[in-house]
């Protein structure tokens, strides 16, 4: 069999050493996963509340674990790994509480040329649902697909990134432990080549969390066998402080909007563009704060290590692109990039059309570009392949300017808060992705609808045959006249 290791990002320390799932593999475990669901899928949404609960319970009990886990395989620190398993387990528990209202049947009104038809839509699930995942969080970014599909009543197989195939496997022994049978969640490690495998197999859906460039060719994989897809991408989303802000809390959250998971987050602030008013003080305030932190692997550091370290390279061009082209550093300088972690970066005056302003950069770095007003602000953070999340900070003209930003979702004076809420959808457009997690959108996402119609009562009068009378002709004309025709 062949294997891989997964290695600490700060210590080089092997985590473990994991399975590469072929594509035989791959496809017996969707193979099993199948049978699961038809039985998973006729349990009532009470008795799946039931399961999902204790599975929350479970890693309530043993959030420290989880964190630990988490830590040493990507390097973040503890208090971070243990908010995202929080959140986690909080969208478990959503999913599962509010799956029987947004997934229950509806009744719907037939119309009145069908008035002898009662209408229902039913939602059913997709069967098994492919989860492919990230590496920067990778209990909490998953989760967002595979609570979401178990509780509308799919099986799971989920494949996590080559970095974090630790959390993976723990995760799938915890669901082991209370699950009432086998092969609702399966966890299948590996390589691309396992992902590639997700795609190509008979599984209903494929949900997928990652870079814009695979998410083209999971679409493409999944084009091929008409499986539908959810796409998870990545951001450059920007942050809008209008000359009304509180400054001092807009530079403090924003830092960390910025910095916190050492820049690796798909929602991460990556742009600011901050009113000519308050610039300086906007400037001033944040630079002070963010010569205070620094990354580290011990207690205390504020953030970890880059995770993936290829991600190196492309922040060190971000960053040299920037500079090369005009850009000055408020914070830190080229040798930012140093071992396997990044330095707290600051820039401004960057070109918008240089790398560190158009693609995602995904480190802890952060551009500060002033506009004179949030016309312009709305201008620009518009003008960007992506659409993933904003943040807006203004007293008075939050919610006006929100509504101007073409993307998924926008926090209003806060970073970040809409993923933590379970009732609010998660998604992107443009290069962002599409489809959405979490919220009742999310629960949605995870089936079809199924549409039944049924004769109530039979009427004399019968449309849907070949021997349909001229008198039926009529009443048709005489019906949409009556509910059509207006009088000039
Ligand atoms: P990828 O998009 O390449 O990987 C995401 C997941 O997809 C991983 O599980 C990966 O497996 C799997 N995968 C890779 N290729 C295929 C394929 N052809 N078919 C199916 N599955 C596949 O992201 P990376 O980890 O390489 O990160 C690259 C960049 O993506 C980052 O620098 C960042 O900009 C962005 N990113 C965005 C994230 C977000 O939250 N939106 C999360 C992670 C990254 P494996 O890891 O084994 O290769």
């Excluded at 998971?261 to 003080?281: F, T």
């Excluded at 039944?452 to 009529?474: E, M, Q, S, Y």
Aim: charged letters at 20%; hydrophobic letters at 40%; glycine letters at 8%.
């Amino acid at each position: 069999m062949k294997t891989f290791e997964s290695l600490n990002p700060a210590t080089g320390e092997v985590v473990g050493e994991f399975p590469v799932t072929s594509t035989k593999e791959v496809n017996e475990a969707v193979a099993r996963a199948q049978v699961a669901s038809d039985k998973w899928s006729q349990l009532s949404f009470r008795k799946r509340l039931v399961i999902l609960k204790d599975w929350a319970s479970l890693l309530t009990r043993e959030i420290n674990t989880a964190a630990e886990l988490i830590h040493r395989e990507t390097g973040k620190p503890v208090s971070d790994a243990t908010l995202e398993t929080a959140m986690a387990i909080e969208h478990i528990s959503w999913a599962a509480k509010y799956a029987p209202k947004v997934l229950g049947s509806q009744n719907r009104p037939s119309g009145l040329l069908m008035f002898n038809l009662s209408a229902q839509v039913q939602r059913v699930p997709f069967g098994v649902v492919g989860v492919i995942g990230p590496w920067n969080y990778p209990i909490f970014t998953p989760m967002g697909s595979i609570a979401y599909a178990l509780a509308a009543g799919n099986a799971v197989v989920f494949k996590p990134s080559e970095f974090t195939p630790a959390i993976g496997v723990w995760l799938e022994q915890t669901w082991q432990r209370i699950a009432p049978f086998a092969d609702i969640f399966t966890v299948v490690t590996g390589t691309a080549e396992t992902g590639v495998a997700l795609t190509q197999s008979s599984v209903g859906k494929i949900s997928f969390t990652g870079s814009t460039r695979t998410a083209k060719k999971v679409a493409a994989a999944c084009a091929e066998l008409m499986t539908p897809v959810v796409l998870e991408c990545g951001g450059k989303d920007p942050v809008l402080v209008d000359k009304d802000a509180d400054i001092k809390r807009a530079a403090e959250v924003t830092l960390w909007h910025a910095m916190s998971n050492a820049g690796q987050s798909c929602i991460g602030a990556e742009r600011v563009y901050v009113h000519k008013d308050v610039a300086d003080l906007f400037t001033r305030t944040i630079v002070e704060l963010a010569e205070k932190i620094k990354p580290g692997y011990e207690d205390g550091a504020n953030y970890g290590p880059a995770t993936m370290p290829s991600q190196l390279k492309v922040i060190k061009s971000h960053i040299d692109d920037a500079v090369k082209r005009g850009g000055e550093f408020l914070v830190g300088d080229k040798n930012a990039v140093k071992g396997g972690y990044v330095q707290p970066v600051i820039l401004r005056n960057v070109p918008e059309d240089s790398k560190a302003m158009t693609e995602e950069t995904f480190g802890p770095t952060l551009v500060i570009n002033t506009v004179r007003n949030m016309d312009e602000a709305v201008d620009l953070a518009n003008a960007t392949s992506y659409g993933l999340g904003a943040a807006v900070w203004s007293k008075r003209n939050g919610k006006k300017i929100a509504s101007l930003l073409q993307c998924g979702m926008v926090s209003i004076n806060s970073a970040f808060s809409f993923a933590a809420i379970g009732a609010v959808p998660f998604g992107g457009v443009k290069d962002s992705g599409y489809g959405r997690i979490h919220g009742a959108e999310g629960l949605l996402e995870f089936t079809y609808p199924r549409t039944v119609v049924k004769t109530k009562f039979n009427i004399p009068l019968h449309f849907t045959t070949f021997a349909r009378t001229g008198f039926a002709d009529k009443t048709i004309i005489r019906l949409i006249n009556i509910l059509h025709r207006r009088r000039r």
